[in-house]
């Protein structure tokens, strides 16, 4: 389906939930950055997803319980619980603060005194289906639920961000322990203070447990609508790709204005799965642009299935890079009721501003879930891709070099050659080289700081000293390893291969390392398995926005064990060189005529982790080997400008890796200046002496010659400037 149909068909499911209560000392807006505070009121807001009687063929146990438990009959919301968090009760807010209480399944949860809920719906349709001309969303009041926990989730998230406290939610301002509060008066401290205890800083927790619990629950809401007379109906989404077609449906800063903001829509593609290799996937990556207030929207597929929930997105520490999730709906579906015991006893609650009694069941809270596979009741039939873009992926490779640094390789050969960066191994020689200040490594290393690797390295040595993974071997080797260049690291090379559902690490070494000006680097396994997938190369480039994809490790390190990550984009532009840059014999008088693709540069999202990853075209082919980021000049990466070398710049890697001809890389080796130039995002010299230009010069005389010396002094140092005030423009992060 095309993305207009599929918007077309979220709408119907899609919803703006706002809260609001009372906040006279403007506490709970310092916990949400978009927020409205006025008359000692705060209100937030968030999406979600709008269910009706007739939504689902099949309704989960979890929400067939809270209909029960509530004796409900309206449609439900499901949204994220942080929307609700800050306005309720001080005992339930303490409970979510607990570390080691076990997953939360709140059904009882109450609000403080006058806080609100409000679900904006989409107006009425006529008969035939069709929005009506004079149909306008309308505030619906709305009765919270339940807040529970997703175990598969949160277990999921937990695995990725590992023990440490190296990620933060977004979204949020500064946390209560933040050493601003020395600013404020001595009455609001103390109220800060009497928050911060009672449980209010949740996202902002040093606790991993808490933060992927935080980011994964899910809150249920109760709205008094009828049933739609179409009676439209959502199909889940079973099984989702690595760069396949995802929407989001969400109103990002609609507590501002729900009028402008209202049901937008994302656009993106599925960066990866968690857990990685399962059929019964809990967590999405996302590469999608997300704003504040969209987290709670419904997530769709290509075919416009329901695929999940989207949550906050994350960061490490320090960084500017975000990672967008989504709880995959299965996740939820699959939330265990069966350990519910007892019945609470009456207590009030509000829907919107009327009164309203419950009879809830009680929870057992000293029940601790443990770690139990959650299982999807409805099995999925799972299939293996055969698509062009699978193949790719599988070409890709997890490369950790030494203790503190990662990076991505590409499978040449059935020998187990893997061509990566070079600045992997050599991050002295392969540094900021640009008098831009503009050209930042997408790879991590221990010995560089404030850069894109510091970012990475940071995230590993919090993450403990012990070993990455016992390396694996294999005795049924395929193909004759490459002896090498006698290249000698000290420090160890271990590379990760993702063979289906197994990840499996093999020791490997440096057989060369470019002296050229291209940051290009081969790796050969020791021991080399029979499953190695070799990536097929493209040495015509496609043209300027043609569609691409980006695949890499980045981000999350190998201790998360997580497969390659895969992002769009389009090809935004291409640098080409007049004659060639590499000559083969007889090809010389030939290569002269024509000029060659030198730099990439893509719109795809590429972050810390991708260097030496694939650039791969629509057909699954590769076009380029991923090397750098931009970044502003206070340090500020942005990940969708980045640059790659072409296939056509690498063809004399692709010839050594098919004839072990080391005459090949020899070329790579040779100094150029004009390329180097390229890649130091130095703008080349355009006024080129003409070969008759000193005898012409002679001609005119002394006097001439000066006049041009002068003309083009002053034209360097125009340049010069122009350098400098592009080095002092403060461009806006995209991040």
């Not at 570390?99 to 403080?112: D, N, Q, T």
């Not at 000049?633 to 010839?655: D, M, Q, R, W, Y």
Request: with cysteine; aromatic share 6%; glycine share 8%.
């Amino acid at each position: 389906m095309e993305a207009s149909e599929i918007a077309k068909f979220a709408r119907n499911f899609s919803v703006m939930v706002r809260v609001q209560g009372p906040d006279p000392k403007g506490l709970k807006m310092r916990r949400d950055a978009f927020h409205l505070h006025r008359s000692g009121k705060t209100t937030i807001s968030a999406s979600g997803l709008l269910l009706r009687s007739s939504s689902l063929s099949h309704i989960p146990r979890v929400i067939e319980h809270i209909l029960n438990i509530h004796q409900f009959s309206g449609a439900v919301v499901v949204t994220v619980a942080s929307v609700v968090q800050p306005f309720l009760i001080a005992e339930h807010r303490y409970k979510l603060t607990q570390p080691h209480a076990g997953y939360v399944l709140e059904f009882s949860p109450r609000l403080i005194h006058d806080a609100c809920i409000d679900v904006l719906v989409e107006g009425n349709k006529t008969d035939n289906g069709h929005q009506e001309p004079d149909a306008t969303p309308e505030w619906v009041p709305a009765k919270l639920l339940a807040l529970v926990d997703v175990p598969a989730a949160s277990d999921a998230l937990l695995s990725l961000v590992g023990g440490q406290s190296i990620f933060e939610a977004l979204w949020s301002l500064a946390p209560f322990s933040s050493p601003h509060t020395s600013e404020l008066d001595g009455s609001e401290r103390k109220g800060r203070n009497d928050e911060s205890r009672e449980g209010v800083a949740l996202e902002e927790s040093n606790s991993p447990i808490l933060l992927a619990k935080s980011i994964t629950r899910i809150a249920f809401l109760g709205i008094p609508i009828s049933d739609n007379k179409d009676g439209l109906c959502i199909n889940i989404s079973q099984h989702q790709n690595r760069g396949d077609l995802i929407i989001v449906m969400g109103s990002p800063f609609g507590v501002l204005s729900p009028m402008h903001f209202y049901n937008s829509i994302s656009v993106g593609s599925l960066a990866n799965c968690c857990p990685s290799g399962s059929d019964h996937r809990s967590l999405l990556v996302a590469d999608i642009r997300c704003l504040p207030g969209m987290e709670g929207g419904p997530v769709f597929d290509r075919h416009a299935s329901l695929a999940g929930i989207l949550t906050k997105p994350l960061r490490q520490k320090g960084s500017n890079a975000e990672i967008q999730f989504a709880v995959t709906w299965n996740a939820i579906a699959s939330i265990d009721t069966k350990n519910l015991l007892g019945t609470q006893s009456i207590h009030v609650g509000v829907i919107g501003r009327t009164k309203y009694n419950n009879d809830v069941a009680s929870l057992d809270e000293s029940c601790d879930h443990g770690s139990p596979k959650y299982l999807i009741r409805r099995p999925v039939i799972f299939s293996r891709s055969t698509s062009s873009l699978e193949k790719a992926i599988s070409s890709v490779v997890l490369i950790a070099v030494g203790e503190g640094s990662w990076a991505s390789g590409i499978v040449l050969n059935k020998s187990g050659l893997i061509l990566t960066n070079a600045h992997t191994l050599e991050p002295w020689r392969f540094g900021r080289t640009s008098q831009l200040g503009m050209l930042e490594k997408a790879s991590s290393h221990a010995e560089l700081e404030a850069s894109l690797g510091q970012q990475e390295n940071s995230a590993e040595k919090e993450t403990g000293t012990h070993p990455l993974v016992r390396l694996g071997s294999s005795t049924s080797g395929h193909g004759k390893p490459f002896s090498g260049f006698g290249y000698q690291s000290s420090r160890r090379i271990s590379i990760r291969l993702d063979f289906m559902e197994q990840k499996k690490w093999y020791s490997a070494q440096a057989v060369y390392v470019s002296k050229g000006p291209l940051d290009i680097a081969l790796l050969q396994l020791e021991s080399v398995p029979p499953q190695l997938s070799p990536i097929q190369p493209q040495l015509v480039c496609p043209a300027k926005g043609s569609i691409v994809y980006v695949i890499g490790h980045s981000l999350l390190g190998p201790r998360s064990n997580v497969s390659s990550s895969v992002s769009s984009g389009v090809v935004s532009n291409i640098v080409m060189i007049p004659g060639p840059i590499h000559t083969f014999g007889s090809c010389k008088a030939e290569a002269r005529k024509i000029s060659l693709p030198v730099m990439l540069q893509t719109t795809a999202a590429v972050h810390p982790g991708a260097s030496g990853g694939a650039v791969i075209s629509s057909n699954g082919h590769m076009i380029g080997l991923v090397t750098s980021n931009a970044r502003h000049g206070g340090g500020t990466i942005i990940p969708h400008l980045n640059f790659s070398i072409p296939c056509a710049a690498l063809e004399p890697v692709f010839k050594f890796s098919d004839t072990q001809d080391a005459s090949m890389l020899e070329i790579l080796d040779k100094p150029n200046e004009l390329l180097s130039s390229v890649w130091a995002l130095v703008p080349t010299n355009s006024r080129k002496q003409q070969p008759d230009l000193e005898s012409k010069n002679y001609r005119e005389g002394k006097g001439s010659r000066f006049s041009q010396f002068l003309a083009e002094q002053n034209a360097e140092i125009a340049s010069l400037k122009e350098l400098n005030n592009f080095k002092k423009l403060s461009i806006p992060s995209k991040i």
